[in-house]
């Protein structure tokens, strides 16, 4: 039997390991903190149709619709709050425009929405914005225990895990931090922007983001996950630091305000003017905010990569990757497992794995992976 | 023997002694505000960080470790 050993026990590595141990692979999944204790915690746990390129728009579509017939348990507390996209002047709008074309393309509704009808749907939004794209379809799941709920099904599978510090990986071996070793015959880094640490050639680096929670609430302050027209430049963009309005409601009646993008920054302290900067941004759109009482904030690291797309595959012979998700670790959680699954299986892919080639960054192209050396064979 | 001063959380009358804070008071009732699931929580860290003792007076929320209590206040745990 093929033995596959994680490095990693987030929303990724626990969803690897759900599709590895249920297609009957030997699987350990190795982790040093609790499950889903990383950027999975951290998050929003958004499930969002975000348009992005043709590459992330096929994993995101592919993995939306695996979520969808996921039935997760109720303490993941599955929000069907939807995306409301909110546009401030007519470029923004026309922006939501061609975003409601690519979404409609890919398979998904996507309602326009008049600026007089925003202030009904959501009446403490500013009221001279000049539009709105909703997207009924997305959800927010709380992910920690998605990843919980995904490491069940692992381990009702045969699944097993060792909770120890990895000190390095090589192929088809881990080196743990107390001196032991784990073979297997692939090592699969699932470990987000800390798999750098274990494979430092890996172009994967940390995107701080802050987040803030306000205390509960009796009657909601929004109904929808509100995010700015302009969130995709900042997701997308380049620049040091970045904030975009993105707030969701939760199950609660407590208010999860983002968000916020920090490039190069290694340590994880809240900063207060990033957050002030983040939630004033937050107040343009929401002036209501001020109203709120803040409960905490805290921040986690995404794992960005130079073009902006994953890293899923194999690195070399015996090592595979799947990380480098930026924001959207959760919504892309399910179909990267199927296709890191389906490439160290030997299988053949449901979608095209070039994009996320993890040695696309190559200074000369490395020789594509020959399938039959590479898989592992088919699993008894 | 000290003043004792009376306020209410949550229309439960509650004397303590002139001084206290109304986290205090808050845990000489035993607790009062409850989890959204309803479990009991009570205050934590008595120092403003753990948000457990928070409480809304006069339609401000705020922290009952940081609140002096007075004579006649009234304040509730669930706005």
Same mark, same amino acid.
């Given at each position: 039997m093929t033995r596959f050993a994680i490095v990693g026990a987030g929303m990724i590595g626990t969803a690897v390991a759900c599709e590895l141990a249920e297609a009957g692979a030997d699987v350990v999944l190795v982790h040093d903190g609790p499950v889903g204790g990383g950027a999975t915690a951290a998050g929003m746990g958004h499930l969002v149709a975000l348009p992005g390129s043709p590459g992330q728009t096929e994993l995101t579509q592919r993995s939306l619709a695996l979520w969808r017939s996921h039935s997760l348990?109720?303490?993941?507390?599955? *929000?069907?709050c939807g995306t409301l996209w909110v546009a401030r002047d007519t470029r923004e709008l026309e922006e939501l425009v061609s975003q409601a074309w690519v979404l409609r393309d890919a398979g998904t509704p996507a309602e326009l929405i008049p600026a007089k009808r925003l202030r009904v749907l959501e009446?403490?939004?500013?009221?001279? *914005?000049?539009g709105g794209l909703r997207v009924l379809s997305d959800r927010a799941i709380y992910a920690p225990r998605a990843a919980a709920e995904l490491w069940r099904r692992a381990h009702s599978a045969g699944a097993r895990r060792r909770q120890a510090r990895v000190a390095a990986v090589a192929a088809g071996q881990i080196q743990m931090a107390n001196g032991t070793t784990l073979e297997a015959d692939c090592v699969v880094l699932a470990a987000g922007d800390r798999s750098r640490l274990l494979w430092p050639q890996l172009p994967v680096r940390p995107r701080k983001g802050h987040l803030l929670i306000t205390t509960r609430r009796?009657?909601?302050?929004?109904?929808h996950q509100i995010i700015e027209a302009g969130y995709t430049r900042s997701a997308h963009g380049r620049a040091d630091a970045s904030v975009a309005c993105n707030v969701q409601p939760r199950p609660t009646g407590q208010v999860l305000i983002g968000s916020s993008r920090q490039e190069g920054i290694e340590h994880a302290d809240v900063e207060p003017a990033i957050l002030q900067r983040m939630l004033q941004r937050a107040a343009t759109y *929401?002036?209501?905010?001020?109203?709120l009482t803040a409960l905490r904030a805290w921040t986690g690291m995404r794992a960005a990569t130079p073009d902006g797309e994953p890293l899923i595959g194999w690195i070399e012979d015996g090592l595979a990757v799947a990380t480098g998700h930026e924001g959207l670790g959760i919504t892309q959680a399910p179909a990267t497992a199927e296709l890191l699954s389906q490439l160290v299986l030997g299988w053949r892919p449901t979608i095209d794995p070039a994009p996320y080639c993890?040695?696309?960054?190559a200074a000369k192209p490395a020789r594509r992976p020959d399938p039959e050396r590479h898989a592992l064979g088919a699993v008894p | 023997m000290s003043l004792r001063i009376q306020l209410w959380i949550d229309d439960r009358a509650v004397s303590v002694p002139a001084g206290s804070n109304v986290a205090a008071a808050m845990l000489s009732l035993g607790g009062a505000h409850r989890s959204v699931h309803g479990e009991p929580r009570a205050p934590v860290?008595?120092?403003?960080?753990?948000?457990?003792?928070r409480v809304w007076l006069d339609g401000i929320e705020t922290r009952g470790c940081l609140l002096s209590a007075a004579d006649g206040m009234r304040v509730r745990t669930d706005g």
């Amino acid at each position: 039997m093929t033995r596959f050993a994680i490095v990693g026990a987030g929303m990724i590595g626990t969803a690897v390991a759900c599709e590895l141990a249920e297609a009957g692979a030997d699987v350990v999944l190795v982790h040093d903190g609790p499950v889903g204790g990383g950027a999975t915690a951290a998050g929003m746990g958004h499930l969002v149709a975000l348009p992005g390129s043709p590459g992330q728009t096929e994993l995101t579509q592919r993995s939306l619709a695996l979520w969808r017939s996921h039935s997760l348990p109720d303490d993941c507390e599955t *929000l069907c709050c939807g995306t409301l996209w909110v546009a401030r002047d007519t470029r923004e709008l026309e922006e939501l425009v061609s975003q409601a074309w690519v979404l409609r393309d890919a398979g998904t509704p996507a309602e326009l929405i008049p600026a007089k009808r925003l202030r009904v749907l959501e009446p403490e939004l500013r009221p001279d *914005l000049a539009g709105g794209l909703r997207v009924l379809s997305d959800r927010a799941i709380y992910a920690p225990r998605a990843a919980a709920e995904l490491w069940r099904r692992a381990h009702s599978a045969g699944a097993r895990r060792r909770q120890a510090r990895v000190a390095a990986v090589a192929a088809g071996q881990i080196q743990m931090a107390n001196g032991t070793t784990l073979e297997a015959d692939c090592v699969v880094l699932a470990a987000g922007d800390r798999s750098r640490l274990l494979w430092p050639q890996l172009p994967v680096r940390p995107r701080k983001g802050h987040l803030l929670i306000t205390t509960r609430r009796a009657t909601p302050f929004i109904y929808h996950q509100i995010i700015e027209a302009g969130y995709t430049r900042s997701a997308h963009g380049r620049a040091d630091a970045s904030v975009a309005c993105n707030v969701q409601p939760r199950p609660t009646g407590q208010v999860l305000i983002g968000s916020s993008r920090q490039e190069g920054i290694e340590h994880a302290d809240v900063e207060p003017a990033i957050l002030q900067r983040m939630l004033q941004r937050a107040a343009t759109y *929401l002036p209501g905010i001020e109203r709120l009482t803040a409960l905490r904030a805290w921040t986690g690291m995404r794992a960005a990569t130079p073009d902006g797309e994953p890293l899923i595959g194999w690195i070399e012979d015996g090592l595979a990757v799947a990380t480098g998700h930026e924001g959207l670790g959760i919504t892309q959680a399910p179909a990267t497992a199927e296709l890191l699954s389906q490439l160290v299986l030997g299988w053949r892919p449901t979608i095209d794995p070039a994009p996320y080639c993890p040695q696309r960054f190559a200074a000369k192209p490395a020789r594509r992976p020959d399938p039959e050396r590479h898989a592992l064979g088919a699993v008894p | 023997m000290s003043l004792r001063i009376q306020l209410w959380i949550d229309d439960r009358a509650v004397s303590v002694p002139a001084g206290s804070n109304v986290a205090a008071a808050m845990l000489s009732l035993g607790g009062a505000h409850r989890s959204v699931h309803g479990e009991p929580r009570a205050p934590v860290c008595g120092m403003g960080v753990c948000w457990e003792c928070r409480v809304w007076l006069d339609g401000i929320e705020t922290r009952g470790c940081l609140l002096s209590a007075a004579d006649g206040m009234r304040v509730r745990t669930d706005g």
